[in-house]
């Protein structure tokens, strides 16, 4: 049994939304096996043929509104310990959906932007946003058409509140990744950085990933999340 932390950072991906209906990124039949990354999630895509990318968004906002996707026990079970928990506890996730909200997280960082949420190119002001959006909406801050944008963290943008995340990696004495690849910097190195400060380091993924932590668990989140963060509570 893990013994309990005082301080935990849980860095959550796209599988933790898997079972929820929302497909990840680099599955087989993942969003980037049918849309080109460069057109869709960079700013010289959006430059290019922002239609595209408006659209993009807007329809994976209306999937997201769907009746159809709800928060899981993976999501539940996160937000049932950091109410219990009686130390330190931040959840980073690199999903934009707001799923994690709705199961009731709250000390939360959407390090990669929220799809319920809009920015104006000039003001930099961002707004909530529950319908579709394009090229010809008006700002409600300049009352122009063509300065919004998705809220999104695009490849080659900085992402979001990472003072933050590091001052809470680098305190932590548990850091445990939820359903993420891996594959995408600078979310790859949480785990280097809670490790300087000796923090155990936990995996929860399907499979197990490249990344070396102390300990992996296999299996989908759904189990392997409720199952770890109650023995945790417990322990
Ligand atoms: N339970 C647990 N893990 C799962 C499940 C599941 N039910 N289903 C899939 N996974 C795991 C996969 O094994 C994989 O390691 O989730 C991971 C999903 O990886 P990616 O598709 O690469 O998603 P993610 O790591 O969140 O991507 C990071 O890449 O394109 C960008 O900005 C995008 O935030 C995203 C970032």
Known sequence: MTSRPRSIVVLTGAGISAESGIETFRAAEGLW????????????????????????????????????????????????????????????????????????????????????????????????VGTDFDYDTHCRCCGSAGNLRPHVVWFGEMPLQMNRINTALENCDMFVSIGTSGNVYPASEFYQTA????????????????????????????ESVPQFFESLLRS
Do not use: W
Request: charged share 25%.
């Open 195 to 222: 490790k300087i400060r000796k923090a155990s380091t936990v995996e929860l993924n399907l499979e197990r990933t490249g990344s070396s932590f102390d300990q992996h668990v296999c299996g989908p989140a759904t």
């Open 33 to 128: 096996a049918n849309h080109h990354v460069e057109d869709v999630a960079t700013p010289g895509g959006f430059a290019k043929n922002p239609q595209l990318v408006y659209e993009f968004y807007n329809q994976r906002r209306r999937q997201l509104l769907s009746s159809e996707i709800s928060p899981n026990t993976a999501h539940s079970a996160l937000a049932k310990f950091e109410h219990e928990f009686d130390g330190k506890f931040l959840l980073v996730t690199q999903n934009v959906d707001n799923l994690h909200e709705r199961a009731g997280s709250q000390n939360l960082i959407h390090m990669h932007g929220e799809l319920l949420k809009m920015r104006c190119l000039n003001s930099r002001l961002v707004f909530d």
